[in-house]
């Protein structure tokens, strides 16, 4: 099976930063595309960011272009989510998830439905 591990959340002021790690074990050669989403009490999971581990491409929501990015270190089995310019509105939940689906296979990457693999989560709390 496919283990995904988070870490890094906390608490920060509104302006501020943190960067999310998730750690990938077990099968990771089932793992084709790794996002980043976060679940309030009043929202669902929202897509906020993918990779494709293979070429590293990758995919940022609208609603947070230009604050959180996406990277990878292929070696570590890691994947980071830096998120600058915290909002009081970013407090959620955040999850790690991993899919062997490809863009081929009709992969949307940024839909929690296409996920299989799934952290227990970490807390980011924005004041």
């Known amino acids: 099976d496919v283990q995904l591990v988070e870490s890094g959340g906390g608490s920060v002021q509104a302006g501020g930063s943190l960067r999310l790690s998730c750690t990938v074990a077990g099968y990771t050669s089932r793992s084709n595309c790794l996002g980043w989403f976060r679940r309030t009490d009043e929202q669902e999971r929202e897509g906020l960011a993918a990779?494709?581990?293979?070429?590293?491409?990758?995919y940022i929501a609208d609603s947070v272009k230009g604050r959180f990015t996406i990277s990878q270190d292929r070696a570590k089995n890691t994947v980071h989510l830096q998120m600058n310019s915290l909002k009081p509105e970013d407090t959620a939940m955040y999850y790690c998830?991993?899919?062997?689906?490809?863009?081929?296979?009709?992969?949307?990457?940024?839909?929690?439905?296409?996920?299989?693999?799934w952290g227990q989560g970490t807390q980011v709390t924005v004041s």
């Open positions: 990779i494709v581990i293979r070429d590293g491409r990758t």
């Open positions: 998830a991993a899919t062997g689906k490809t863009r081929a296979d009709g992969l949307v990457v940024l839909a929690a439905g296409q996920y299989n693999y």
